[in-house]
């Protein structure tokens, strides 16, 4: 039995979550709206302020546990929102935000443009940090992703894009000759 779905979701103040037909969840909230069509199999009751998620054959368990946790990012990321830290490093690599774009010089003979994507957000503080927020989790991974793909860190001297959290695994590089 899945130790996670089991868990029931509380629904805070101020988010409204409707289940439709076929499973189609829309969640709204202070950050915006989600929705989100979930597998069929599962059973989404919600009662004063709880949502419960339970499963019609004993096959679907592994379900729940992906059901629930996607439900409740949702109204997480309505409430709270997600966000996703970049640090940019290397000798001329810098990146600045103009307008709703972000402008990447990444050592190429051009520079990369991002833009925003609906309500995902893409911010600069400063030329070496990006971040990334908006409210659908997936959305938000998804853009942070396709930024560090530009110039991935190296093993030898750490340079690009990495997540302020990433470990890079250094590698030592050539020995000369003795």
């Known amino acids: 039995m899945s130790r996670i779905g089991k868990k029931p979701i509380t629904i805070p103040a101020g988010v409204e979550v409707k289940v439709e037909e076929g499973n189609l969840v829309t969640v709204k909230g202070p950050k915006g709206t989600l929705t989100k069509k979930l597998h069929e199999a599962m059973i989404i009751k919600q009662d004063a302020g709880v949502i419960t998620i339970e499963i019609s054959k004993p096959e679907d368990d592994p379900l729940q546990g992906l059901t629930r946790t996607l439900l409740n990012n949702m109204v997480i990321g309505v409430t709270e929102g997600f966000k996703k830290e970049l ?8 990146v600045q935000k103009q307008g709703n774009k972000l402008i990447m010089n990444m050592g190429f003979s051009h520079t990369v443009e991002f833009e925003d994507r609906g309500e995902t957000k893409i911010e600069a503080p400063s030329q070496t940090s990006i ?24 093993p030898y001297k750490g340079k690009g894009i990495k997540y302020i959290d990433e470990r890079i695994i250094r590698k030592e590089g050539k020995l000369g000759k003795k």
């Open 87 to 94: 640090e940019v490093n290397g000798v001329g690599y810098r």
């Open 131 to 154: 971040i990334v927020t908006g409210p659908d989790k997936e959305a938000v991974g998804q853009l942070a992703a396709e930024i560090r793909m530009v110039r991935p860190p190296e």
